[in-house]
């Protein structure tokens, strides 16, 4: 099946910062979420993105479905952006997302 | 607008016990329903997913089952918890039989077997 995987596992920063986050995937894709697990436990959708870039905010993000990436850009980031941060793609069935294993954001003020 | 339910919140119980878990969506016709599990600290598994009433599909043997009694109700089930079956269960839904939509969760269900 298809494999998706996240980079990095865990980020640090310090409040202010920019970073990236990327997600490679095995396959070609008709779908791409990016998520947002806070606290408690929810998944918050950020974006719907098959291809092209998207911004919302502070977080933009890019999918270059033809090289089988996508790309998430949080910049000035704040204390509330830290969780896990999920990128999902429909599996090649296209009956449902999978996920990779996340990447987990600390950020400090 | 579509909203999707999900309970209990948490829930702790016994091993052995059997486990019912709902899911509902709102505001939206012959959704595909999702159930995932999240172990602690580890991604999302697919564990059951329905595209229409009485329309299961498993990803995983497991000692869990899924049900849709209707359109918009998804409930996952056990006859007897095991240790291993502790976890996030997250119930999700997308739009009926289209490739690349976007889907939706619900707030989740933490389950500790003890």
């Known amino acids: 099946g298809i494999q998706v995987e996240q980079s990095p596992p865990d980020l640090i920063l310090q409040e202010g910062a920019n970073s990236t986050l990327r997600c490679n995937f095995s396959?070609?894709?008709?779908?791409l979420q990016w998520f947002h697990q806070n606290p408690w436990g929810q998944l918050i959708n950020l974006f719907y993105?098959?291809?092209g870039t998207k911004q919302n905010g502070r977080l933009s993000a890019t999918t270059v479905a033809t090289e089988r990436y996508s790309l998430l850009y949080i910049s000035s980031s704040q204390t509330t952006d830290s969780g896990v941060y999920f990128c999902?793609?429909?599996?090649?069935?296209?009956?449902?997302?999978?996920f990779g294993k996340g990447t987990t954001l600390s950020v400090s003020s | 607008s579509q909203t999707i339910h999900q309970w209990p919140a948490t829930l702790v119980q016994p091993v052995g016990s059997p486990l019912s878990l709902e899911c509902t969506v709102e505001?939206?016709?012959?959704?595909?329903l999702y159930w995932y599990r999240q172990a602690a600290g580890r991604g999302l598994q697919l564990l059951f997913y329905?595209?229409?009433?009485?329309?299961i599909s498993s990803e995983v043997p497991q000692n869990l089952s899924a049900s849709r009694p209707q359109d918009r109700q998804f409930i996952l089930s056990s006859k007897k918890l095991l240790l291993s079956d502790s976890g996030f269960y997250l119930c999700?839904?997308?739009?009926?039989?289209?490739?690349?939509?976007?889907?939706?969760f619900g707030q989740g269900t933490r389950l500790t077997v003890v």
């Open positions: 999902a793609v429909v599996n090649q069935a296209g009956t449902a997302l999978i």
């Open positions: 505001g939206t016709s012959n959704p595909n």
């Open positions: 329905s595209v229409g009433i009485g329309q």
């Open positions: 999700a839904w997308s739009v009926m039989g289209s490739l690349g939509t976007e889907a939706f």
């Open positions: 396959d070609s894709v008709n779908n």
């Open positions: 993105i098959p291809s």
